[in-house]
């Protein structure tokens, strides 16, 4: 594959992966709206706790596609935390910043949620705490429009170059 081909894979993954955040994001926002309604606070903060999860790991997927393309190395100790902050950086001469230091905050935010849920035995998840993060899952996903759209126009015009 040419590079201009293998750019034109990567915009077509990126898009895929946003269109899974977007439908994530509408998902979670149903649920927060369903949440509010329902007198079983036990569910409903697993159920929203689940699709902030699943939300996060959309935009994971989204940045391990631009960092392997264009970097192709990430530490295996803390590369969770690492691709954020990548993500928020320009790699001068490789590629723009993907995102604002401000949403990195944010999506560090979800990523530190996740791994709590993964990882959770003994505790329980607290419904206040839940619904704070999921505050700022629903204000990363509305931010992210932007940033996407950004990202690829540079993609268009790097291939544009490339051809």
Partial sequence: MSDSDMLRLLQGQLDDDYRYIVQSAERHTEMRSRAAQTPDVEMATMALSYLIHNLYTAFESY??????????NLDD???????????????????PALISPELAEELDELRRFRHRFRNIYKSQLRPVRVREVSDI???AAGQFGEFHAQFMRWLETLRDAEE
């Fill in 63 to 72: 940045f391990l596609r631009v960092a392997k393309h264009f970097e192709n």
């Fill in 77 to 95: 100790a803390s590369w969770h935390r690492e691709l954020i902050d990548r993500m928020r950086i320009e790699v001068p001469g490789i590629r």
């Fill in 137 to 139: 899952a629903v204000s």
